[in-house]
């Protein structure tokens, strides 16, 4: 295929937005009957029925796009803790921001070289990615809280490396989704260009929403916790979800 189909992506966006909206509702209904909205392990459970729903036809843009989000969700949870508990100044931005950025580039330049030398694993390591994110994520509020407290008294500069330090693995592993799944397209359909530009379009629009997303709706409804288990268990899912899909696709060949 040149190009994912018309009805692939509608009955992708179809699935998606009910899940949405599922999802919602079970938030509404939570908070009426007064019980804590953080429901990370049913999210996860619906978003894999959802996608399963078209395991054959669901392009990788959608995939992506939810992957894409979950990562900016990331970012923003971890620059307030990081923010809270370090402090919020030029430098400390500076270390954060910086972290993102070599840990996405470095990804990506691995995540490359990963999908030349290893062909046809690409899927396995995609999965391998997200279940790192999915774990890191898991931990990584208690692990912000436990290095904060250590590190009670160093310098300033000690710290933004700190913070620098712990950004680095999990940012990494985001920036090495993109070749990993380039690769795998461009197995499918030998289309550099194409695959590059749907998945790269997908991730970005995924990211400005899931930004917007956790700060006006998830932030409010589940808090910093409860979004990052949520994203979590995303990870996780979308990592099972693309196994399932490439051997769906070989059993169909």
């Keep these: 295929r040149s190009a994912p189909s018309d009805r692939s992506i509608r009955d992708s966006w179809i699935a998606f937005t009910r899940i949405f909206c599922i999802q ?59 923010f809270a508990n370090f402090g919020l100044d030029v ?23 990963l999908s030349r030398k290893l062909p046809g694993l690409e899927v396995t390591l995609f999965a391998l990615t997200e279940l790192g994110l999915g774990i890191f994520g898991l931990s ?4 912000f809280h436990v290095t904060a407290a250590m590190a009670v008294g160093a310098s300033h500069a000690m710290t ?37 530009s749907w998945l790269y379009f997908a991730n970005t629009l995924g990211g400005a929403v899931g930004a917007y997303f956790a700060v006006e709706v998830l932030f409010q409804i589940t808090g910093l916790s409860g ?23 070989t059993r169909a060949v």
């Design 24 to 82: 919602r509702l079970i938030w509404r209904i939570q908070l009426k009957v007064g019980e804590s909205p953080q429901s990370p392990l049913l999210t996860s459970i619906l978003v894999f029925l959802g996608l399963a729903r078209s395991t054959m036809t669901l392009s990788l843009p959608v995939v992506f796009f939810l992957s894409g989000g979950v990562a900016l969700v990331y970012q923003v949870v971890w620059q307030r803790i990081l």
């Design 227 to 249: 979004a990052v288990k949520m994203m979590a268990f995303i990870n996780l899912t979308l990592g099972a979800y693309v196994v399932v899909y490439a051997r769906a696709r």
């Design 91 to 113: 430098l400390s931005t500076t270390f954060v921001v910086s972290a993102f950025m070599l840990g996405l580039g470095a990804g990506g330049l691995v995540g490359g070289a």
């Design 140 to 143: 990584s509020i208690y692990l």
């Design 160 to 196: 933004g490396l700190i913070s620098f330090g712990l950004l680095l693995i999990p940012t990494a592993l985001m920036g090495a989704t993109l070749p990993l799944l380039v690769g795998y397209a461009t197995s499918i359909n030998q289309n550099v260009g194409q695959s590059v």
